[in-house]
């Protein structure tokens, strides 16, 4: 009997062990499992991303039309909604995955004041929701963006079409407007810069007579195109970085940091006469029936 009581006693500590250690193992196997779970949670979470791009002091244009039968524009505080707007969504809008803003952009009968091309595109707003505060040369400013045309249709003979990518926009004051008997604020452009066979172009005004002055500086017609620009280097799809400065007389032009283009002459001092605005986006140069843009941008920055 004695020897029966001692197997058993055996038995049962060897239950309980056997016991113990499989609740061990199987809490082991739980938190294991528990643990690469959460990681996988942390993983996929990270994969979002939201653009990080300051809209407080831009407009944007869009190719839709509004109910006046002009191409809509919606200014600050209603542009920081633009995720969940429904007249944005389709042309300016998160990617998701890799934190870019999309500027969409196809030909519409959305066009703006002297062109024929529709667009995606932010106009800085020096005080928001006000177009009649600008800067000038000699108070200068820097635009910097990290961006790549990410998708763009080509014409019929095979070549991608081209967009403008960054403005700068010259203005008239209201005095200047009135002094010289026009309609509107418009200026001309003092500087494009064109994403054009995957290859930077640039753009800019030159004084068709040197010596002129005063009011004859103000007319549209007094300034014609350059010859344009166009930098060395390949950008394609590929992300990359695009700074514009200017100062007093200067404009400055830099691709990735180290190619430059740099303006400095006579028709940059006299082109003082101006304010200016900057514009970042997709400015669409083509009419051709089912061409299209997508520019993404994933920081774009403003000073002065």
Known sequence: MRYLKEISTVLVCMF???NATCQTKASSVTETETSVEVKKKKKKRKK???SKIDLSHWSVTTPELNHKGKATNIE??????YATDKRLIPYMYNDSIKGGLVFYAYPSNAT???TKY?????????????NNTNWTFKQGGTMKGVLKVDKISKDSEGKYHKVIIMQIHGRLTNEQRDLIGQKDNNAPPILKIYWHKGKIRVKTKVLKNLEA????LLHEDAWGDDDGYTFDQKVGHKKFTL????SEGKMVIVLNGYDY????????EKWGVFENYFKAGNYFQSRDEGAYAKVKYYKLEVSH
């Not at 529709?118 to 020096?126: C, D, G």
């Not at 700074?243 to 200017?246: A, D, F, L, R, S």
């Not at 283009?261 to 940059?268: F, G, L, Q, S």
């Open 16 to 18: 309980f062990s056997v």
């Open 48 to 50: 979002y991303k939201l």
């Open 76 to 81: 600050p505080p209603e542009i920081l909604e």
């Open 112 to 114: 703006t004041a002297n």
């Open 118 to 130: 529709s667009r995606s595109e932010l106009r800085e707003q020096m005080v928001p929701g006000d």
């Open 213 to 216: 002055t005063g009011t004859e």
């Open 243 to 246: 700074e514009v400065k200017v």
């Open 261 to 268: 283009k740099v303006y400095e002459d006579i028709h940059m």
